[in-house]
């Protein structure tokens, strides 16, 4: 991975203005398959465009002094050009998938005369859009272009079945929305665009949860039907699919972890102790009292056997160790926030030391995918503002084994499963709570 440049909103040259307003001009009157003839001509092959003023703008942003450093950001601005108009209108949305692809295709073979004539630009063309590959901006591409394969496979209903993991973790981003925003959208994304995911985001989430509505509806609709001894109108149900990568005894138990809800002889559920939590931290008290009360109240929820090992005394020093120095003021929002969002570097990965994240697997190792989710929501539940860094931690860890396959990272798929799930049931529109007496 080629190191970081900073986009710091830099100002574009005359130059880089000609070439986004050209093909601003373009991608309003000609159809995506000319528009994909065009970014290949221009950007891929490096020769044949039709349009002798951009080639030379592009010969000139070129030859800018420190290019390799930002050209990355002038290319993806002229691929978002393109996808933003054609995210607009669903029938054109199979372009995207096209444009990104080009960058994984070899240019076109050249004539003797058009290589002698562009040699010298040809080249760095072509070696820009190879590091262009290498860079955040190429992998959130490559993540929407997966995004939308998979929503056209489901319209489509060629989508492959649910419980096949033999494919790389980074083309089941469509399945996990809470790491859209991190996931496609980069420090130089514009403003359309981050409109775009955040919409995508909400269809996503919704069609989830209706999906698992429907689900969960077919599975006590069977279960009803076979109690009655109705076994022949079992066989007339529609079949509905399981909509996660949990096998149904797994989403089972998740659901029912999840949906707790007020019932004698039943567990409270999350949102009942968060709440709980917050009422008495009204009553007041200093930031070390929280503090105090925040580490009780998460090791309430963690197996004793294994907190005695090193889990209870790295909960305590890394707890007490935040803000040490604000321990004798008031709780504000500001401590509150931190305070929880910093519990993540511990709980999940911790970005400032090298996507840091043994304890996290240990967690999963001895208290299990969904045990070690709700530890996490126990947490979010007291200060909901986190969730972006919530997100954040799991869209590192996502992105550092986007490319191994999903069965050697089973651990992390049914976490991020399991996440998804109990954000809907918490934090979304989804009610199951009936779930919990059945």
């Given at each position: 991975?080629?190191?970081k ?28 398959e ?120 489901a ?26 925003e ?45 109690r ?18 949990l ?14 809800h ?12 968060a ?46 160790s ?32 090298g ?34 860094f ?15 396959s999903?069965?050697?990272?089973d ?17 979304g ?10």
């Amino acid at each position: 991975m080629k190191t970081k440049a900073t986009y710091n909103h830099r100002v574009s040259t005359a130059d880089e203005e000609f070439l986004y307003n050209h093909l601003l001009g373009c991608v309003g009157s000609e159809t995506p398959e000319v528009l994909v003839e065009r970014f290949q001509s221009l950007f891929i092959d490096g020769f044949g465009y039709p349009d002798r003023e951009v080639i030379v703008a592009l010969d000139n942003i070129l030859a800018y002094p420190d290019i390799e450093e930002y050209f990355r950001f002038i290319l993806n601005r002229c691929c978002h050009i393109l996808i933003n108009r054609w995210q607009t209108h669903p029938q054109f949305q199979s372009a995207i998938l096209n444009l990104v692809n080009l960058f994984d295709t070899n240019p076109t073979p050249t004539s003797r005369v058009a290589e002698m004539a562009r040699s010298r630009s040809m080249r760095r063309i072509r070696q820009a859009a190879k590091e262009f590959r290498e860079t955040e901006q190429y992998l959130a591409l490559r993540r929407l272009a997966c995004i939308i394969e998979a929503r056209q496979s489901a319209k489509a209903k060629t989508a492959a079945p649910a419980t096949n993991l033999t494919v790389p973790l980074g083309t089941l981003i469509n399945r996990y929305p809470y790491l859209y925003e991190h996931c496609l959208v980069t420090e130089d994304s514009d403003p359309q665009h981050q409109k775009i995911v955040r919409a995508m985001q909400v269809e996503a989430q919704h069609q989830f949860e209706v999906d698992l509505s429907y689900y969960v509806t077919y599975r006590m609709r069977q279960r009803q039907l076979y109690r009655l001894g109705q076994t022949q109108a079992i066989d007339r149900l529609r079949v509905i699919q399981n909509p996660t990568l949990l096998n149904d005894r797994e989403l089972v138990t998740s659901l029912k972890q999840f949906a707790r809800h007020r019932d004698i002889g039943q567990p409270p559920s999350y949102r009942d102790t968060a709440q709980r939590f917050l009422t008495n931290q009204i009553q007041g008290g200093n930031f070390r009292d929280f503090k105090a009360d925040l580490f009780d109240y998460i090791m309430a929820d963690v197996d004793a056997g294994y907190a005695r090992r090193q889990f209870k005394s790295l909960l305590h020093d890394h707890l007490f160790s935040t803000f040490s120095d604000s321990d004798n003021k008031p709780v504000d929002d500001f401590l509150r926030v931190r305070t929880c969002s910093n519990l993540f570097n511990l709980l999940v990965v911790d970005p400032s030391v090298g996507k840091q994240h043994y304890v996290f697997i240990d967690l999963i190792n001895n208290l299990g995918p969904i045990n070690t989710t709700g530890l996490l929501l126990r947490v979010l539940l007291v200060c909901q503002k986190v969730k972006p860094f919530l997100d954040r931690r799991f869209s590192i860890l996502f992105n550092h084994y986007e490319t191994a396959s999903s069965d050697a990272v089973d651990w992390l798929v049914k976490v991020l499963e399991n996440v998804n799930i109990a954000l809907s049931l918490n934090l979304g529109t989804l009610d199951l709570s009936h779930l919990g007496s059945r």
